[in-house]
């Protein structure tokens, strides 16, 4: 069985920084592409940033570059995302994804999902 479990989001003030993990079990990590999707209240999901399976090819929504970082570990099977000066409209439910052998980006449609975390910024 798949699992794809986010941690790390909370409350934070505008400025300030939050680190999202996200671990992934019952599939062989190395050969996905891994991405993170936030989703807020009333709106539709939508891309942040995607990572391929080596690390060589990384993507951002033009929202978040120059303030969020992805990364991944395959030897821990987690996929990370650095969010710095983070603003009130980053609020929003974070949810990882795979995609089998590709990067995700914003037009891919993902394998898996991760059931989310919140991150909230407070003005």
């Known amino acids: 069985q798949v699992r794809l479990v986010e941690s790390g989001g909370g409350l934070v003030q505008a400025g300030g920084s939050l680190s999202l993990s996200c671990a992934a079990s019952?599939?062989?990590?190395?050969?996905?592409?891994m991405g993170w999707f936030r989703q807020a209240s009333g709106k539709e999901r939508e891309f942040v940033a995607g990572?391929?399976?080596?690390?060589?090819?990384?993507y951002y929504s033009d929202s978040v570059k120059g303030r969020f970082t992805i990364s991944r570990d395959n030897a821990k099977n987690t996929v990370y995302l650095q969010m710095n000066s983070l603003k009130p409209e980053d609020t929003a439910a974070y949810y990882c994804?795979?995609?089998?052998?590709?990067?995700?980006?914003?037009?891919?449609?993902?394998?898996?999902w991760g059931q989310g975390t919140q991150v909230t910024v407070s003005s």
């Open positions: 019952g599939l062989p990590f190395s050969m996905y592409g």
């Open positions: 990572i391929s399976r080596n690390s060589g090819t990384i």
């Open positions: 994804a795979a995609r089998a052998s590709i990067v995700v980006t914003s037009t891919t449609r993902p394998n898996y």
